[in-house]
C-alpha cells in the first residue's frame, strides 16, 4: 500500500471529490490495481454550450465536412474555417514552367496566342476541378459543404508560418538525412498553434463567452471525471487513430478542442456523408501531404460516382522523394555495406529511409550478396547510405531511443511518477503513425527536454528524426523525434 499515497496525491487532488467519487476511486484503485490505466469510461465527452462559438477546422476532405455537419445539426454558432498553407499548385513546378514556355514560343499570331491563353484557362478550370490546384479545390469544397449546412465560411491564410515552422524544417531534416513528420509540427505550430490562436482572437471579438476549435482527426479530448483534467485519447477506430500527429500540441489547450469524430469508424464516417447528402461524400481520402499526394475535387469524384467510373488521384509526384528534389540539392555520396565496401553511389540521403530497400544491384552469383539489401542507417558526417543483407538483419534494430524536444502532454507532478509506471510495464511507445504500441521497459527524463525510452523488445526500422510518442493505456502522455538509437548490445556499425 506504500505506492498509493504518492501516486493517489499526484494524480488526485482527494478534496475536490464528493465522498461517493471518493469511495468509488478507492475501489477501482485498490492496491492490486492502481496503476491500471485509466478506461474510457472514466472520461467524459466535453459538452459545447449553446451559446457557445464553435469554430470548425474544415480540409475540404469528408472527415471535416461530416464534422461541421454533426457541430451544425445541434448547435447555431458554428462557423466553417479553411486554411490556406500552400497556395502553389499541386502539379509539379517543371510541368508548369514548360507548359507556359510551350505558350510563349509557340506562335506570335495574336489570335494563336488568344486560342492558347483561352484553352490555358480551361486547362486551369479543369485542374481546379480535379485537384491540381491544391488550396483553390480545398476550399472551393469547403464553401460548397458551408453553403449547404448553410454555416458561414472563413479562410484565413498561415502560408508563412507553414513555410518557416513546418515546411523549412522538413527540408533541413531530410537535407541532414532524418526522417522528420511535418503532419506533428503542423499540428503544433498551425492548426493548434496560429489557428488556436487567431478563433481565440476572434471569438473574443464576438463576445463569445466560450469557444471551441473542432477538427475532424481521429482522436479523442476526454474530461476526466474524478479530476476535471482534458486528456487527448485514442479513438474507437484504432485504424485511423491521429494521436500520434497531436502528440507535440500544447496540452493546456485540449479543454478548447474537440474531437467528435472518435465514436466512429471510418467508414460510419463516409456513409454519414452518402446520407446527409454531402458534397464530398465521395471525394477520396488525401495520403500525406495534399501538395505532394493530391486527391480529386467534390465535383470530379462525385461525377465518377454516377457515371460509374473509378474515382482516382489527379497527377503530382510519382514519389515523396521527387518533390523533394526540387527543393534539396543534390548532395552525392557512396552507398557502403556495413562492412565499409562501397557498392554504390546514391544523389543525397533524403532518397533513402531506414528500413526500405536500397535499390543497389548486388552480384547475386556471390552466396555473400545474394538476397536484396536494405538501409540500416544514414551517415551525414560522412554522406554515406548503409545497407545490409535481408530486411530482417541485427543492424535494423534498436533497443532504445533518446529523443530531443520531447513534449510532455501532462503537467510536472505526473510526468515524475512516469519512470515507476515503466518499470511495471505500464507505458507504451508508438515509433510510427500507424505501428502498434509496444511496451516500455525503462523511462529516463533527461535534461533539456530529453528522454530515453528503452523498449521490452527490440524494433525494427527506427529513423532518426522520426517522432516516438508514449501511451499510458489510451492516454497520449507526450512525443518527441528521435535524436539517437540503441544499437542491440555486442552490434555496432
Avoid at 513528420?181 to 478563433?199: A, E, Q
Avoid at 469508424?265 to 495520403?287: C, F, M, N, W
Avoid at 536500397?358 to 554522406?383: E, F
Avoid at 530531443?404 to 515509433?431: F, G
Wanted: proline residues 6%; contains cysteine.
Amino acid at each position: 500500500m506504500r505506492s498509493i499515497i504518492p501516486l493517489y496525491r499526484v494524480l488526485f487532488v482527494d478534496a475536490r471529490l464528493p465522498f461517493k467519487k471518493y469511495w468509488c476511486f478507492c475501489r477501482r484503485y485498490s492496491a492490486t490495481n492502481l496503476y491500471t490505466a485509466f478506461p474510457n469510461s472514466d472520461y467524459e465527452d466535453p459538452q459545447p454550450g449553446p451559446r457557445d462559438a464553435i469554430f470548425v477546422a474544415m480540409s475540404g476532405g469528408v472527415d471535416s465536412s461530416v464534422v461541421a455537419s454533426l457541430m451544425a445539426s445541434r448547435y447555431q454558432n458554428v462557423t466553417g474555417v479553411y486554411m490556406t498553407n500552400w497556395t502553389m499548385p499541386r502539379t509539379p513546378r517543371r510541368e508548369i514552367q514548360k507548359r507556359s514556355q510551350m505558350t510563349a514560343v509557340m506562335s506570335k499570331d495574336p489570335a494563336v496566342i488568344a486560342r492558347l491563353q483561352k484553352e490555358e484557362l480551361e486547362k486551369e478550370k479543369q485542374d481546379l476541378e480535379s485537384g491540381l490546384l491544391c488550396s483553390e479545390t480545398d476550399w472551393s469544397d469547403v464553401q460548397a459543404v458551408c453553403s449547404q449546412l448553410k454555416i458561414p465560411s472563413i479562410r484565413l491564410s498561415f502560408e508563412k508560418d507553414y513555410w518557416t515552422d513546418v515546411f523549412e524544417p522538413m527540408l533541413r531534416g531530410y537535407a541532414a538525412g532524418q526522417t522528420p513528420n511535418p503532419d506533428v509540427n503542423c499540428n503544433k505550430f498551425i492548426k493548434f498553434g496560429r489557428l488556436y490562436d487567431k478563433i481565440e482572437q476572434m471569438a473574443e471579438e464576438r463576445g463569445a463567452k466560450r469557444w471551441w476549435l473542432v477538427s475532424g482527426h481521429y482522436a479523442r479530448t476526454g474530461k476526466h471525471i474524478f479530476t476535471g483534467q482534458t486528456h487527448l485519447l485514442r479513438p474507437l477506430d484504432t485504424k485511423k487513430d491521429q494521436t500520434y500527429y497531436l502528440s507535440n500540441i500544447d496540452y493546456q489547450r485540449l479543454p478548447n478542442i474537440l474531437f467528435p469524430l472518435h465514436k466512429f469508424t471510418k467508414s460510419e464516417i463516409r456513409q454519414l456523408a452518402v446520407d446527409r447528402g454531402l458534397a464530398t461524400a465521395y471525394r477520396p481520402d488525401s495520403q500525406g501531404l495534399c501538395f505532394v499526394a493530391p486527391s480529386i475535387g467534390a465535383n470530379a469524384a462525385t461525377k465518377a460516382h454516377q457515371e460509374g467510373k473509378p474515382i482516382i488521384k489527379s497527377s503530382g509526384y510519382s514519389h515523396f522523394r521527387d518533390f523533394l528534389a526540387e527543393y534539396i540539392e543534390t548532395q552525392p555520396g557512396d552507398v557502403v555495406t556495413v562492412d565499409g565496401e562501397v557498392v554504390g553511389k546514391h544523389e543525397g540521403l533524403w532518397n533513402f529511409t531506414i528500413g526500405q530497400r536500397s535499390g543497389v544491384s548486388m552480384p547475386q552469383g556471390n552466396p555473400d550478396y545474394h538476397g536484396v539489401w536494405y538501409v540500416v542507417d544514414k551517415r551525414a558526417s560522412s554522406n554515406e547510405i548503409v545497407i545490409a543483407q535481408g530486411r530482417v538483419n541485427k543492424w535494423s534494430f534498436s533497443t532504445a531511443v533518446t529523443c530531443s524536444d520531447w513534449t510532455w502532454m501532462t503537467d510536472s507532478s505526473e510526468i515524475e511518477k512516469l519512470p515507476d509506471l515503466a518499470l511495471e510495464q505500464k507505458i507504451q511507445a508508438r515509433i510510427r503513425s500507424l505501428s502498434t504500441p509496444v511496451p516500455v521497459s525503462n523511462l529516463e527524463i533527461l535534461p533539456n527536454d530529453k528522454v530515453k525510452i528503452e523498449f521490452v523488445e527490440q524494433q525494427h526500422g527506427v529513423a532518426h528524426g522520426q517522432t516516438t510518442v508514449l501511451y499510458y493505456g489510451d492516454r497520449l502522455i507526450g512525443g518527441g523525434p528521435v535524436e539517437e538509437r540503441t544499437l542491440p548490445e555486442n552490434i555496432s556499425f
